[in-house]
């Protein structure tokens, strides 16, 4: 019999997916009237996980790995070390000029929205300039002596 402080080693962290020979066991052991406990101490294997297995199998009649949802990644880890490459070079570049120079110089084909979208999860953020107003030179001139005399101004 394994101990409390043996079991709870050896399960810490993710782990990596279950092979269909160990999948086998745990649709046996459910089909023999185990308990999902039973059947977890047996293969020592997480209950949660013997349970999503058993969960799978009355779903989809199958336990074999299913395709991930949702369309692939357009972008690479190498794709977005170059886009952060050029958005640092200069910042002021256009999405249309990033996904030109991109082009160019990677092959890598985006649109403009695609550069947007992936510098926005990068945490680069386009910001506009607030606008100020007009500075009139009647306005300019009042300003001035204003300035001047606080320019050694200190707390």
Known sequence: MQTASTNIGERMGRSQELSDSKRGPVIGGHLGNKSIRDISWLLNIPRSTVSGIITKWK?????????????????????????????RRSHQLSAESIAKDLQTWCGLQMSPTTVCRELHGMGFHGRAAASKPYITKCNAKRRMPWCKARRHWTL
């Not at 990644?73 to 050029?86: D, E, I, S, V, Y």
Request: aromatic letters at 4%.
């Open 59 to 87: 779903q989809l009649g199958t336990t074999a790995t299913q395709p991930p949802s949702g369309r692939p990644r357009h972008m690479t880890g190498w794709g977005q070390r170059m886009l952060k490459r050029t958005v």
